[in-house]
C-alpha cells in the first residue's frame, strides 16, 4: 500500500497544477490518472493552441505568473487571450508534465473508491489497487470532451464524502436545430446572437433565475439578465446547427426541460435599425437591382430572401433542439456547488484534507481560457494549502 502527503485524483489541469504547488512544499505527492498519459485534454485545447488563460479572467495575471515559475511556461496575448508562447498546446502538457517530475504519477489507475478513516484517505482503483494519504486532491474534471477521460466518476467520489451535486450539462457547444441547415452549410456571417426561451414560464421568473444563472464568471450567485441573452461575433452554419464563439457561449444557458422552447435569433445588421436596414435595401433594389446580395455571403442572401419564407436578416429565427453532447462540449455546467468549498483553498467545508478542484466544481466561463484559467488557479489552490496542511 503506498502513502503519500498529498494524493490527487486525475492527471488533468487543475491536477498537474495542483501537484506542482504541492511539491513546491516539499510533500511527497502522487497523481493517479485512467489514461495511458497525462494532460491528454489540455492537448487538444485551443484548437491545439492551449488558449489558458484571459487578461481579463479573475486572478489571472497570477495564475499566468504562478505557471511561469512552477513550470516555465512564458504567456502569449492575442486579443485578450492567453496562450504558450509557442502557441503549441503541447507546451503546456510537457512542461506540467515536467514540473511534476518529483511525484509519482501513476497512469493507467483509475479511481473508483475514495474514505477517509480518521485522518488518512484511502482511494482504491479499478484494479484493485490501495493508496494512502493525508490529503486528497479531487481534480476528475466534469463530462466535457469524454473522450479524453472524464465520465464523470468525480462526481461519485465528491458524493461519497456528502457533496451534493448540481446537474451536470455540456456546455460551449454548437446548438442543434431541428431544420435541415443543408443549403447554410459551411456560411460563416458576423451577427448578434440572441438565445431566448419561449414557453408558459415567463422570463424573469424563478425557473430563469435558477436555470441562467450563470454570468461571465460562471459564479452561482450571478445576477442572470433576463432572455433573450445576447452575444455578438462571427456564427457559423453546420447541416442541423450553428456554431461559433456566441453561439457556444450562449449554450451556457440551454436548459432543456419539458415545456421549454428556445430560440435562437440572428441579425446580422445589429447596427442598424429595422427601418434603416429596410431603406437600405429598397435603395439598392431601386439602384443596384441587389438587395440583400452582397451585403451577406451568397448563401445566407438567398437563403434569407428564398420566396414566401419571410425571412428577415435582423431576426432570423431558429427553434434550438439542445447542443450536440459531451463529446463535442468543452465544458461542464453544474458540478459541486460552489458553496462547499473554501473559495480560497477549495478545501471541502464538509471533509478536512479533502480538495475539489477544475470542472468538477459548479463553475463554468465563456470560450477565451476562463476554464482552464479556472482549473489552474483552483489546482495551484488547493496544491499549496494541501502541501502546507499536511
Ligand atoms: C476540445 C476542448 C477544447 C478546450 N479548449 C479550451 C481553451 O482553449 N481554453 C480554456 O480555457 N478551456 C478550454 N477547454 C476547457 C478545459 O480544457 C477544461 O476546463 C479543463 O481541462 C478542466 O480541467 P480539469 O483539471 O478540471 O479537468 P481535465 O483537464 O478534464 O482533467 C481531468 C483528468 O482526470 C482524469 N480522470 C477522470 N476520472 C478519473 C478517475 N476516476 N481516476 C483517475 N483519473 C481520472 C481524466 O482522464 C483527466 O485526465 C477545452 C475543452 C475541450 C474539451
Known sequence: ???????????????????????????????????????????????????????????????????????????????????????????????????????????????VSAQKDGDVFTVKTEDGRTFVSRALILACGGKAGIQYGCTGDGYKLAESFGHSMEK??????????????EALHGVRAQARASLNMESGIGCGSEFCSIYASKGPEGRSDYQPPAFPVSEQGEVQFTRNGISGIPVMDLSRYLRLMPGTVYTLSLDFFPELSDEELERLLDERERRFGSGIKGLLPEKLAEYIEEPGKGRWAK???????????????????????????????????????????????????????????????????AGNCAGKDC
Open 168 to 181: 451536470p450539462i455540456p456546455a460551449l457547444d454548437a446548438m442543434v436545430c431541428p431544420e435541415d441547415l
Open 315 to 381: 431576426d432570423l429565427c431558429f427553434i434550438i433542439t439542445g447542443t450536440r453532447g459531451w463529446k463535442n462540449a468543452q465544458a461542464t455546467c453544474g458540478g459541486v456547488p460552489l458553496s462547499e468549498v473554501d473559495p480560497d483553498s477549495f478545501e471541502s467545508a464538509l471533509c478536512k484534507g479533502l480538495y475539489i478542484t477544475g470542472e468538477l466544481l459548479d463553475y463554468d466561463g465563456p470560450c477565451g481560457g476562463y476554464n482552464l484559467n479556472w482549473a489552474f488557479r483552483s489546482g495551484l489552490a
Open 1 to 111: 500500500m503506498a502513502e503519500y502527503d498529498v494524493l490527487i485524483i486525475g492527471a488533468g489541469a487543475s491536477g498537474l497544477a495542483a501537484a506542482a504547488a504541492a511539491l513546491k512544499q516539499g510533500r511527497r505527492v502522487a497523481i493517479l490518472e485512467r489514461n495511458d498519459e497525462p494532460a491528454r485534454k489540455i492537448r487538444a485545447t485551443g484548437n491545439g493552441r492551449c488558449n489558458y488563460s484571459n487578461v481579463d479572467a479573475p486572478k489571472s495575471a497570477e495564475v499566468v505568473d504562478r505557471l511561469r515559475r512552477l513550470a516555465g511556461i512564458e504567456p502569449a496575448v492575442e486579443e485578450g487571450r492567453i496562450y504558450p508562447r509557442s502557441f503549441e498546446a503541447s507546451t503546456v502538457a510537457e512542461a506540467l508534465a515536467a514540473a511534476c517530475s518529483g511525484a509519482d504519477l501513476i497512469l493507467n489507475a483509475r479511481a
